[in-house]
């Protein structure tokens, strides 16, 4: 198969419209589900701003040039960051989209809304067939923002986030739809939006987009599927360890990058609309839930490790008091929960553990990683520990100084006793409050989200 060059930055737009041309669509037919909740009572200040925040699924963020990737795989992106605060050291809870999105919901680590059985079940390994969801009795970001007085907006391609789960929790509006293809997404966003403004609404929107662009299995629709020139080879995804040959390798690296590219073109005409000025000053979150493995630790996919290339993440932030500019500091995903509630003027949960703006820099961010089948990752300044949530027996950490890659496991008692402190100093009161809550909630999925959550490589025991 002949390859085209990758194409510049100015050919981007012309390139996203040919694509929705061909109408190609990631489902044979686009289904949406349509959720609602109670409409906000209360009033929000004047000054309140409106609030996008894009969820990028499966998204690493060395796979952005604007993040130092060889690739120009994200020319608007690029742009949007110049005025943005990008930060270099993002890390997520989770590198499993439920448990992950959990955590960026309600403010919390894993240990408290104990999202964990994430795993398509049979009567045979899981209760009744039942998988964890969002409990009731967690806030949701979305109930916090409508306690605010601000309407509530939820898209989501990902069925996972859905109604099914628990997700739809303090959602005004909650769309659901089976395509991958982010088109849909973007178009039905667009539309409720401008007919939204024309009807100018008195009270701010916190919109939530979760795109699944760039999720295997890896399919650009046309030329993005030529962007990158490799030699051909075979389209490889799987959620697991798996060998892979060079070209193969090459191939789908090759096909997830067009992923991105493709998708850059569809955050210009969300962005350039989002912020075209309106009655309100405009707030906006890029980020991506977790990344992808391509073979650093002997496997594929997502969701079945927690070393640095799924649990470090996309993170781009505009907003009131945001200052633009690209930051080091760590920062984790339950600060991006208080980051938006610090907009919104909205009272963070109590037990919500985000930290205000101010303080990321301060270099306490809560850098707990969990995985699919249990395994737990701490990162406390350059170390990283990882161990079975069950078994600190088997525990190993990794010194990123020297091996940014985790590559070379370190078992010293004395090394690991001082990241079992910090552990124990983060999440140890963590079970208690568990268990008060009652996390997490047990939910039978409908058999369409079985289908498609079984599309995605998510299967039971």
């Known amino acids: 198969m002949n390859r085209i060059a990758r194409p510049s930055p100015g050919l981007v737009p012309g390139l996203v419209l040919f694509a929705l041309t061909l109408a190609c669509s990631r489902a ?150 089976n395509s991958r293809d982010g088109v849909h997404m973007l178009e039905t966003f667009l539309s409720a939006w401008k007919e939204r403004e024309a009807a100018r609404p008195d009270r701010p929107l916190f919109a939530y987009v979760h795109f699944m662009d760039p999720h295997n299995p890896y399919e650009p629709p046309e030329p993005f599927d030529e962007a990158f020139e490799v030699p051909h080879g075979e389209r490889v995804y799987k959620n697991g360890p798996l060998e892979v040959s060079a070209d193969d390798l090459a191939f789908t690296m090759s096909q997830y990058d067009g992923e991105i590219l493709y998708l850059d073109g569809l955050l210009q005409r969300l962005l350039s609309t989002w912020e075209a000025e309106g009655t309100r000053e405009r707030a906006t979150v890029v980020l991506s839930d977790h990344g992808d493995e391509f073979q650093e630790h002997g496997g ?120 079992r402190r910090v552990l124990e100093a983060m999440v140890g009161g963590d079970a208690a409050t568990a268990e008060r809550l009652g996390t997490p909630a047990r939910k039978l999925p409908a058999d369409a989200s079985v289908e498609e959550l079984r599309a995605l490589g998510y299967l039971g025991d």
């Open 28 to 177: 044979d037919e686009v289904v949406w589900a349509r959720t609602g909740g109670p409409a906000p009572t209360a009033t929000a200040a004047a000054d309140a701003p409106d609030i996008l925040v894009v969820l990028i699924d499966t998204l690493r963020p060395d796979h952005l040039s604007c993040y130092g990737y060889a690739r120009e795989t994200s020319p608007f992106l690029d742009r949007w960051a110049e005025d943005a605060a990008l930060y270099e050291a993002a890390y997520t809870h989770g590198t499993h989209t439920r448990i992950a999105v959990a955590s960026l919901f309600s403010g919390t680590l894993p240990t408290v809304h104990r999202v964990r059985r994430v795993d398509l079940a049979s009567p045979e390994s899981f209760e009744e067939g039942k998988t964890d969801g969002f409990a009731t009795s967690l806030e949701s970001w979305a109930e916090s923002l409508l306690a605010a007085g601000y309407e509530t907006w939820g898209l989501s391609s990902n069925p996972n986030v859905s109604d099914d789960f628990g997700f739809t929790q303090g959602f005004t509006r909650f769309w659901q739809t």
């Open 300 to 419: 594929m996919g997502h969701g079945m490790t927690v070393y640095e290339e799924l649990a470090r993440t996309l993170l781009l932030a505009k907003g009131p008091g945001v200052e633009s500019g690209r930051y080091e500091a760590p920062v984790a995903h339950v600060d991006v929960h208080r980051l938006v509630l610090d907009w919104a003027g909205a009272v963070s949960p109590e037990v919500a553990r985000g930290r205000p703006w101010e303080a990321w820099g301060d270099g306490a961010a809560l850098l707990y990683t969990e995985s699919r089948p249990g395994d737990v990752a701490l990162r406390s300044g350059s170390r990283t520990l990882v161990f079975p949530r069950d078994d600190f027996s088997a525990a190993r950490y990794y010194e990123r100084a020297h091996d940014p890659r985790e590559q070379a496991a370190l078992t010293d008692a004395a090394g690991l006793a001082e990241l």
